[in-house]
T-cell receptor
Framework: DTAVSQTPKYLVTQMGNDKSIKCEQNLGHDTMYWYKQDSKKFLKIMFSYNNKELIINETVPNRFSPKSPDKAHLNLHINSLELGDSAVYFC??????????FGSGTRLTVV | GIQVEQSPPDLILQEGANSTLRCNFSDSVNNLQWFHQNPWGQLINLFYIPSGTKQNGRLSATTVATERYSLLYISSSQTTDSGVYFCAVREDSNYQLIWGAGTKLIIKP
């Protein structure tokens, strides 16, 4: 059983489109995250939700909007995609501030 | 904020060799994790080790919180150990993980 699953694994889309990446965890964790990994492999946190409430919202364009329908899901919606949005996006979860488990990543390519 | 430095930045070894990766951090932390990102991009949590020593097969990790460093040991390296190893720490005050820049490990057959 996959603990943290995100879909799709790969996403190629044109500039200006709107797209969503879905994330689900079956670990019973109460906190979920979205990270962006840039071309230099550096991981930056974007958002964190605890029990469906936003607790971290780093400086990202407001074209990025997280949605948490329940504790087990945190989806990332991106409007008006730009070339610079191309990256690998990772979803993660943890119980409180503890050990994080990561999804396998979504490689987004904007053309 | 906390600074996290990893060394070495790159490491190339022959299969069967042992290696030690280091993570230094600039302030007290109550959460330290080691991750392995394999060549396919998958991030795997290796250890959750705010202090002390843990072992998992050929891998072990030691964190000396009072001296602000952690070490990851890989013994009898295999080609599947290749990838980037990240250290990440959490500040006391919030949930945010602060990541090091990683050590890129290449194991040659």
């Amino acid at each position: 059983d996959t603990a943290v699953s995100q879909t799709p694994k790969y996403l190629v889309t044109q500039m200006g489109n709107d797209k969503s990446i879905k994330c689900e965890q079956n670990l019973g964790h109460d906190t979920m995250y979205w990270y962006k990994q840039d071309s230099k492999k550096f991981l930056k946190i974007m958002f964190s939700y605890n029990n469906k409430e936003l607790i971290i919202n780093e400086t990202v364009p407001n074209r990025f909007s997280p949605k948490s329908p329940d504790k087990a899901h945190l989806n990332l919606h991106i409007n008006s995609l730009e070339l610079g949005d191309s990256a690998v996006y990772f979803c993660a979860s943890s119980q409180g501030p503890g050990r994080k488990e990561f999804g396998s990543g979504t490689r987004l390519t904007v053309v | 904020g906390i600074q996290v430095e990893q060394s070495p930045p790159d490491l190339i070894l022959q299969e069967g060799a042992n290696s030690t990766l280091r993570c230094n951090f600039s302030d007290s932390v109550n959460n330290l994790q080691w991750f392995h990102q394999n060549p396919w991009g998958q991030l795997i949590n290796l250890f959750y080790i705010p202090s002390g020593t843990k072992q998992n097969g050929r891998l072990s990790a030691t964190t000396v919180a009072t001296e602000r460093y952690s070490l990851l040991y890989i013994s009898s390296s295999q080609t599947t150990d290749s990838g980037v190893y990240f250290c990440a720490v959490r500040e006391d005050s919030n949930y945010q993980l602060i990541w090091g820049a990683g050590t890129k490990l290449i194991i040659k057959p």
